[in-house]
């Protein structure tokens, strides 16, 4: 059973060319957030959303925004794409911001 | 800062070694501390550890955390190939709904 999915699961955009990412989930849960990772670092966290409260990362640049239309979605928008941003971008839930979170199977992203 | 440091960063042992992977931590307001198996996709937990010198347990995978010292160990006894993998420890800050990661142990088991 599926519980966060992530659409596409391979994204190939041009320099500059914007791009989104989708996470859904089945689990209602209240808090979603977005990671990066480049290859072998740690994930880091862009940003997150506690229910509609947008949260960002003070070192986040202004390049990625998110939207949270409903509690089951959550979009990562990429503005204008560097090659540095080429990377796996993860989504993940949890209930309250408590507990483990539970991580979908990751965007990985190809910049042109 | 929050920081997580895991070592070692690499690791290459033989199938059926045992291994002790190590976390520690330097946090302003600890919760809890994660332990999480990345193959070549998402992290997949394996242990949440509140408590110092409660062992957490789960077949040949073991964990403990020593809230006073700031660290924690994953061990690994009788390894296998499907081990192979990195092996992410993240700290949850209280009150700030977020995991802070370190940057992983890529874990290697040769047959």
């Known amino acids: 059973d599926a519980m966060v999915i992530q659409n596409p699961r391979y994204q190939v955009t041009q320099f500059g060319k914007p791009v989104t990412l989708s996470c859904s989930q089945t689990l209602n849960h209240n808090v979603m957030y977005w990671y990066q990772q480049k290859s072998s670092q740690a994930p880091k966290l862009l940003f997150h959303?506690?229910?509609?409260?947008?949260?960002n990362e003070a070192d986040t640049p202004d390049n990625f925004q998110s939207r949270r239309p409903n509690t089951s979605f959550c979009f990562l928008d990429i503005r204008s794409p560097g090659l540095g941003d080429a990377a796996m971008y993860l989504c993940a839930t949890s209930r309250d911001g408590r507990r483990r979170a539970y991580f979908g199977p990751g965007t990985r992203l190809t910049v042109t | 800062e929050d920081k997580v440091v895991q070592s070692p960063l690499s690791l290459v042992v033989h199938e059926g070694d045992t291994v002790t992977l190590n976390c520690s931590y330097e946090v302003t307001n600890f919760r809890s501390l994660l332990w999480y198996k990345q193959e070549k996709k998402a992290p997949t937990f394996l242990f949440m550890l509140t408590s110092s010198g409660i062992e957490k347990k789960s077949g040949r995978l073991s964990s403990i955390l020593d809230k006073k010292e700031l660290f924690s160990i994953l061990n690994i006894t009788a390894t296998q190939t499907g081990d192979s993998a990195v092996y992410l420890c993240a700290v949850e800050i209280q009150g700030a709904q977020k995991l802070v990661f370190g940057q992983g142990t890529r874990l290697t088991i040769n047959p």
């Open positions: 959303y506690y229910d509609k409260d947008f949260n």
